[in-house]
């Protein structure tokens, strides 16, 4: 079924700059949005970005300016632009989808497994 791979995770000084990407792949739905969340140790997952299907976005306050959400549908992949990166970034990103599947208009969504991004100096 559908799957979601996710790369370009790592360790960047404070400052720096990763691009995560995320492929969807075996695709079982057609996608509505694709987003990503982060996991930062002894903490609960939380919403970075999210794009829709037509562009739109939503960031989380805390990374407004610094991250840029965007996606290629033909691909069925989304990106983050990761700058500035600060130590409070550090953290597990997970990326997600949603949609319906065509057939029955269920709703779905999938989750990926993660890339850890570490930010320290």
């Known amino acids: 079924q559908a799957q979601l791979v996710e790369s370009g995770g790592g360790l960047v000084q404070p400052g720096g700059s990763l691009r995560l990407s995320c492929a969807a792949s075996g695709s079982i739905f057609s996608i509505n949005g694709m987003g990503w969340y982060r996991q930062a140790p002894g903490k609960q997952r939380e919403l970075v970005a999210r794009?829709?299907?037509?562009?739109?976005?939503n960031d989380a306050a805390s990374v407004k300016g610094r991250f840029t959400i965007s996606r290629d549908n033909a691909k069925n992949t989304v990106y983050l632009q990761m700058n500035s990166l600060k130590p409070k970034d550090t953290a597990v990103y997970s990326c997600?989808?949603?949609?319906?599947?065509?057939?029955?208009?269920?709703?779905?969504?999938?989750w990926g497994q993660g890339t850890l991004v570490t930010v320290s100096s």
């Open positions: 794009i829709t299907i037509r562009g739109s976005t």
């Open positions: 997600h989808s949603d949609g319906r599947v065509t057939a029955t208009m269920r709703y779905l969504e999938v």
